[in-house]
C-alpha cells in the first residue's frame, strides 16, 4: 500500500512469540485492522483497533499508537498453521481501506 | 452458510477477449467490493457498492465495468482484456460504512490474460 509498512517477510520458530509492526501515515483514521491470508486462500479479519492500546484475542493481539501511526499483531504459542501473510490495513477519513503489502511469516519446526 | 461465492476461480483469456467475473453474497450485505492482488502489493480496490444499483470507483477502475442489479450479486467486467490485467481478483462484502473494515471475502478468481 502506499502508505502503510510492514517487513516483506519474518520467520519465527513454533512455540514462539512474533511481532509483526506496521506503520501507516496519521492523517486521517478510522480504525486498523489485521488479516490472516493463507498462500492461496482469502484474507480473513482478525482484529480491530480504533483506540490506542492492546486487543487480545486468544493467541493474537494487536496494539494501536495513533499519535505514532504505529501498530503490531503480537502472535504467541506460535504454530505451524499461522505461517501465512499478515495484511496491515488503514481506514482513513474517508473510511476507504488502504492496504499494506503483507507480511509473510514463515514458522519452523 | 456460503457467504460469498465467485465464479469462476480460474480463467484463461486471450488478449482482447472478454469476461465476466459474478459475486454472489447470502449475508444481505449492503457494501459489496472487488479488488485484484498482485505480488508484492496490497490489495487495490477496483470498484464497489454501497446498495442495489448503486456503483462507485475505486483505486484501479479502469478497463473494468460492474453492475449491482440485486442486492446479492455484484458483477466484474473485462470488455477487452489485456496483459496487465492478469491477477487474482477478490469479491467482498460488508455490513456498516462505520464498520466496513470488517470484509469478508470471495476464494478468489484468477485470471491470466495472454
Known amino acids: 500500500g502506499q502508505n502503510i509498512d510492514q517487513p516483506t517477510e519474518m520467520t519465527a520458530t513454533e512455540g514462539a512469540i512474533v511481532q509483526i509492526n506496521c506503520t501507516y501515515q496519521?492523517?486521517?483514521?478510522?480504525?486498523l485492522f489485521w488479516y490472516q491470508q493463507h498462500a492461496g486462500e482469502a484474507p480473513t479479519f482478525l482484529s480491530y483497533?480504533?483506540l490506542d492500546g492492546l486487543e487480545e484475542k486468544g493467541r493474537f493481539s494487536s496494539f494501536l499508537s495513533r499519535s505514532k501511526g504505529y501498530s503490531y499483531l503480537l502472535l504467541k504459542e506460535l504454530q505451524m498453521k499461522d505461517s501465512a501473510s499478515y495484511l496491515c490495513v488503514h481506514m482513513d477519513s474517508n473510511y476507504q481501506l488502504i492496504w499494506g503489502a503483507g507480511t509473510k511469516l514463515i514458522i519452523k519446526p | 452458510n456460503a457467504g460469498v461465492t465467485q465464479t469462476p476461480k480460474f480463467r484463461v483469456l486471450k488478449t482482447g477477449q472478454s469476461m465476466t467475473l459474478l459475486c454472489a453474497q447470502d449475508?444481505?450485505?449492503?457494501?459489496m467490493y472487488w479488488y485484484r492482488q498482485d505480488p508484492g502489493m496490497g490489495l487495490r480496490l477496483i470498484h464497489y457498492?454501497?446498495?442495489?444499483?448503486?456503483?462507485a470507483k475505486g483505486e484501479v477502475p479502469d478497463g473494468y465495468n460492474v453492475s449491482r442489479l440485486k442486492k446479492q450479486n455484484f458483477l466484474l467486467g473485462l470488455e477487452s482484456a489485456a496483459p496487465s490485467q492478469t491477477s487474482v481478483y477478490f469479491c467482498?462484502?460488508?455490513?456498516?460504512?462505520?464498520?466496513?473494515?470488517?470484509?469478508?471475502f470471495g476464494e478468489g478468481s484468477r485470471l491470466t490474460v495472454l
Open positions: 467482498a462484502s460488508s455490513s456498516f460504512r462505520e464498520y466496513t473494515g470488517e470484509l469478508f
Open positions: 449475508m444481505n450485505h449492503e457494501y
Open positions: 496519521t492523517s486521517g483514521f478510522n480504525g
Open positions: 457498492s454501497v446498495g442495489e444499483g448503486t456503483t
Open positions: 483497533n480504533v
